[in-house]
């Protein structure tokens, strides 16, 4: 079988901000990669044989740099398969650069709704959106507490994917009768009394907080220092990683996040590896346990494989054709696309806690493996 190379770019985020889940997802289209062209990559009805080839630069998390990554993998480059970065600031910034060429995103690491629309149609995302991130842990607490709660929303100041997340969570109080408040700070904030210390009128009080990594450290820790505060439930979208439990250890216990993925996720998928499958590859190729960015990246691998295989070519206006008419479920979860917003509409959130040193999942019901602790 002739054997040809199947060049797939993107603009790896492994420096600055988002280093941390950038480096993540870098490790998880590598070993994709390394497994495809182990098996003598994907096979064409013209009897060709696509073996994957990784192209990228750096992209420092700054949205310039990946405007000039995207166009030296497309110009010079002429890459086969474009992939985006992770972070929605700089998916943005790939998807606009990527449509003004005519080509199509393969994007698993940009969650902000508008990133569609922006790439005017031409993007396949994997993704829950920003807006749903909160959405679970609502109805979490809900069951927990019915309406007898308030909830607390901390927003980090001028950030839009941080903006979208509490919209979504407002959204979400509402309609289940649940009163809620979002209180703005800026990052590096590591006082949170003049918002926390509020006096609590209901009968429970939970936090949720949408910042960075170091903004949902900070919270943590000011949170372990004041333990006369009595919070039902505290969720931050940073001890949805490993980062989390490694900075604070133990004092990680009891705090909870909305997450994309889970090692432990039990489902059985249409195709590829199962989840424990995927987790145990992945930790004989690194040394330890996946985070979710890494099993969205190796996931959007699996699904242009897919494509590929069903189409029996790269022709970008067939794969997204493809994609957008396509309905199934691997590792990572289900995967249907909105026809008209472009939107991920199969896929779930999972809501973890860290529970003894360990991150479990404790809703949905049919996905939990352990009960949330209060």
């Known amino acids: 079988m002739h054997a040809i190379p199947l060049k797939i770019g993107f603009p790896a985020t492994l420096s600055g901000r988002h280093a ?19 098996k003598g990559g994907i096979e064409t009805r013209e009897g060709k044989s696509l073996v994957p080839e990784l192209v990228f630069y750096d992209d420092e998390s700054i949205p310039e740099k990946t405007k000039e ?3 030296r993998l497309i110009e010079k480059d002429r890459v086969d398969i474009l992939l985006g970065p992770y972070s929605s600031s700089l998916t943005l910034a790939c998807v606009e650069t990527a449509e003004k060429a005519q080509r199509v995103v393969w994007n698993y690491g940009g969650s902000l709704d508008d990133i569609p629309s922006r790439a005017r149609g031409k993007t396949v995302s994997a993704i829950t959106g920003a807006s749903s991130y909160f959405q679970a842990v ?50 590096g904030t590591e006082d949170f009394s003049a918002i926390l210390s509020r006096p609590k009128s209901q009968e429970a009080s939970c936090v949720l907080c949408c910042g960075g990594m170091e903004d949902d450290i ?18 931050t979208l940073a001890a949805a990683v490993n980062e989390f439990e490694k900075r604070l250890g133990r004092e990680a216990d009891s705090f909870v996040s909305t997450s994309q993925w889970e090692p432990t996720l039990s489902l059985s998928p ?20 996946p ?25 970008e206006k067939v794969l997204l054709r493809e994609a957008l008419r396509s309905e199934f479920t691997t590792f990572y979860g289900d995967f249907r696309i909105d026809p008209q917003t ?20 404790v809703f949905p019901k049919e996905y939990s493996n352990s009960l949330l602790i209060v």
Request: some cysteine; proline content about 2%; overall charge negative.
């Open 20 to 38: 941390v889940q950038g480096k993540e997802s870098f490790k998880g289209i590598k070993l994709f990669a390394e497994e495809l062209r182990a």
């Open 69 to 71: 990554n995207i166009l």
């Open 138 to 187: 609502m109805d979490m607490i809900h069951d927990c507490y019915a309406e007898a709660v308030e909830i607390s929303v901390l927003r980090l100041e001028g950030s839009r994917f941080s903006q979208t997340v509490c919209e979504g969570a407002l959204l979400r109080a509402e309609k289940l009768g649940i009163s809620a408040a979002v209180y703005d700070f800026p990052s």
């Open 218 to 235: 900070n919270l943590a820790k000011w949170i372990r220092r004041n333990s006369d505060f009595d919070f039902g439930v505290v969720a």
């Open 270 to 289: 249409d195709f590829g590896p199962s989840p424990e499958e995927f987790s145990d590859r992945f930790a004989r190729a690194y040394g330890y346990m």
């Open 291 to 315: 985070d979710y960015t890494a099993a969205q990246s190796y996931n959007m691998g699996l699904i242009i494989e897919k494509l590929i295989e069903k189409t029996g070519g790269t022709d």
């Open 342 to 361: 472009l939107r991920q509409t199969g896929h779930r959130m999972l809501v973890t806690q860290w529970q003894d040193g360990e991150k479990k999942i």
